[in-house]
Each structure stands twice: as C-alpha cells, then as structure tokens.
C-alpha cells in the first residue's frame, strides 16, 4: 500500500510535468519538474537499507548532480545555463559509471566487456555518427564539450551493459534500458539544438528522461531485494 500511494504520487508530478511539456507552459514546469528527482532520491533512500553503503552514496551522488542539471536546463535558452546543465550531467554519467562498477565489484564475477569487448562497437558507431553531424554546427569550445560528453554518456550505458550476468537479470534489464533511455533523451537534447527543430522536443525529452532516472534507481534496488 505504501509504494502504491508513493507511485501516486510519483505519477501524478510525472503527469503534471509533461502536461506542461506538452502546452509548453514553462512555469508549471518549473513548478514539477524539480520534483521528479526529489521524489526518485527519496524513494530509492527509502528501500535502500540492505544495499552496500558505497551503492547508495554513490546512487545519491548521481541523483543530486541531476537535480542540479534539472534546475539549471530550465533556464537552458541562456547558452551559460546550458552549459552548467551539461557540466551537471556530465558528473552524473562519471558518478554512474563508478556506481555501476561496484555493482560489478560486488558481485565478485568478470564484467561482461572484459569477455565480450566486440559489444562496445555500437557505441563506438553511434558516438561517432552523432559527433560527425553535430560536428559542423559546433564551435571550438562546443566541439570539446560535447565530445567529452558523448564520451561520458556512451561510457555510462556501456558500464550498465558490463553489468550483464553480474546479478539480478531483472536489475540489469532495468539499469541497461534506463542507460540507453538516458543516451537517447541527451542525443534529442543535441539533435533539436544543433541540427533541427524536433517537434515536441521537450515532451519526448522529458518522458525518457524520466524513464531513464526511475528505472536506473528501480534497477539498483532490484540487484539486493
């Protein structure tokens, strides 16, 4: 009953936050979104009382710095804000990388790339056919930027795919889907800026956004239940 009513409420700033996605009503949006994370840190503290401690703080750690970047993409229309969001996701994906690890560490079995490293090929396709488009359209200092991004996001979802056969099936599914949610929201966020005009960005930003952040916290908590 307790996570029942928690999803409720879960659902109904999720819902609120894409209604304003939708009517492109920044003040309900900035009313809700800022919520969203609160309410994944707070649910994922909740039930994470058997997890290793390391897992947790760092899982916190991600949580926050996406909270920051949530803040600051609000105000993403000033280039300075854009870039401090940016610079805040790119702690999270360096802070999610490490955390995936030690689910791997913990684990005590070889990560899945040290056997198999022929899987880091689509990522590898994908970061350079993405950073090729982009490349025109970016200056010497967004050029850096975004590949040092690109870098770090396709490095996250590959340390999620490492985690395969290191646990919980069901948590790996979650945490993998999540990572390639997270590469596909952030590619949007490249695409709509720098090459064109994706219509109802925002909402399709938002809604995998969202997907990506609940299901890697839902994922760690199934790796120990």
């Known amino acids: 009953m307790k996570k ?10 999720v819902v609120a936050d894409l209604v304003g996605e939708y009517l492109q009503d920044p003040q309900l949006d900035h009313i809700v979104k800022p919520f969203i994370l609160i309410w994944i840190a707070g649910y994922f503290l909740l ?18 710095f996406s909270w920051f970047g949530d803040l600051l993409m609000m105000f993403a ?14 702690v999270t994906q360096v802070v999610y990388i490490f955390l995936f690890l030690r689910t791997i560490d913990l684990s005590g079995n070889m990560s899945f790339l040290k056997k198999k490293p022929m899987w880091l090929i689509p990522y590898i396709a994908f970061g350079l056919i993405i950073y090729t488009l982009l490349f025109p359209q970016l200056d010497a200092v967004l050029r850096i930027a975004i590949f040092v991004y690109m870098a770090a996001i396709l490095s996250m ?6 985690r395969f056969g290191n646990g919980h099936p069901i948590s790996f ?12 929201s952030d590619s949007l ?10 219509p109802y960005e925002g909402l399709l930003v938002m809604t995998t956004y969202i997907a990506a952040q609940y299901l890697i916290m839902l994922g760690l908590l199934k790796q120990y239940e």
Do not use: C, P, Y
């Not at 039930?47 to 926050?64: E, N, R, W």
């Not at 979802?157 to 490492?162: F, P």
């Not at 599914?173 to 596909?184: K, N, P, T």
């Open 173 to 184: 599914s979650l945490v993998f889907a999540g990572s390639l949610f997270f590469v596909l």
């Open 189 to 198: 966020i490249a695409v709509n800026r720098f090459l064109v005009a994706i």
């Open 157 to 162: 979802s590959a340390m999620a795919l490492n």
């Open 47 to 64: 039930h994470a009382k058997a997890i290793d401690k390391k897992v947790v703080k760092l899982a916190v750690i991600g949580f926050l």
């Open 77 to 90: 229309s000033e280039f300075t804000f854009f870039v401090l969001g940016i610079a805040s996701f790119l």
């Open 4 to 13: 029942f009513f928690l999803h409720l409420v879960f659902i109904v700033i």
